[in-house]
């Protein structure tokens, strides 16, 4: 079946410009995270969604960043006035239910963002 | 923070069994431990999970000592296109059930 699909899988943005990166997630799939992973790092948690809900969005790194997945279905990360260090991939998963169950997290290819 | 501890690399003769260590000392009793892999410019891919009893599937093996303190993924006959890094994690249990990334281990199958 398909897998979480990402877009655009590249984005070259000027700084300062803002960006918008979708998620699609496997149908159905109750849980959504965003990650973000440097060069030569492990992604790091960005924040999470339970259906339409953000239930968790601790690792976002200013109020710069912005996520939304209104519909429960499809997410966007939004970032405003893009800066250098924002330069990453950014990575979506699902799962299939919520907290409590330990259905794996699917992840896509991920966007990667260059700030120029 | 992770709570797991992995070498920084590995190599593997291809055909051999690769054995990836990790240390998770500090698991809490309902805590799972999973892996995953992550093969250049792809997403992190799924591997195997376990609480504590040994795991197999089509992909791998997971040994869980019986203290639960530490593990192994085994890939029973590595090939070139197992070449990643992988990760070990012991997934959270606060409010998201996120998965906390480490920097893994590079492991290299050479021919």
């Known amino acids: 079946g398909a897998g979480v699909s990402q877009s655009p899988r590249y984005k070259v943005a000027k700084r300062g410009q803002d960006v918008a990166l979708r998620c699609d997630p496997i149908?159905?799939?109750?849980?959504l995270f965003w990650y973000q992973q440097a060069l030569g790092q492990g992604p790091e948690f960005l924040t999470y969604?339970?259906?339409?809900?953000?239930?968790?969005k601790s690792g976002l790194p200013s109020d710069r960043f912005f996520a939304e997945r209104p519909e429960g279905s499809v997410s966007t990360l939004k970032i405003q006035r893009t800066q250098q260090e924002d330069s990453a991939v950014y990575l979506c998963?699902?799962?299939?239910?919520?907290?409590?169950?330990?259905?794996?997290?699917?992840f896509g290819n991920g966007t990667r963002l260059t700030v120029t | 923070d992770a709570k797991t501890t992995q070498p920084p690399s590995m190599d593997c003769a291809e055909g051999r069994a690769a054995n990836l260590p990790c240390n998770h000392s500090?698991?809490?009793?309902?805590?799972?431990v999973y892996w995953y892999r992550q093969i250049h410019s792809q997403g992190p891919q799924y591997i195997i999970h376990?609480?504590?009893n040994n795991e197999t599937n089509e992909m791998a093996s997971l040994i869980i000592t019986e203290d639960r303190k530490s593990s192994t993924l085994i890939l029973p006959h590595a090939t070139l296109r197992d070449t990643a890094v992988y990760y070990c994690?012991?997934?959270?249990?606060?409010?998201?059930?996120?998965?906390?990334f480490g920097t893994g281990t590079r492991l290299q199958v050479f021919p």
């Open positions: 376990g609480l504590k």
């Open positions: 149908s159905g799939h109750v849980s």
């Open positions: 998963a699902s799962s299939r239910t919520g907290w409590g169950d330990n259905s794996p997290l699917h």
């Open positions: 969604f339970q259906n339409e809900a953000q239930l968790d």
């Open positions: 994690i012991v997934r959270d249990r606060g409010d998201t059930d996120k998965l906390i």
């Open positions: 500090t698991i809490s009793g309902n805590e799972y």
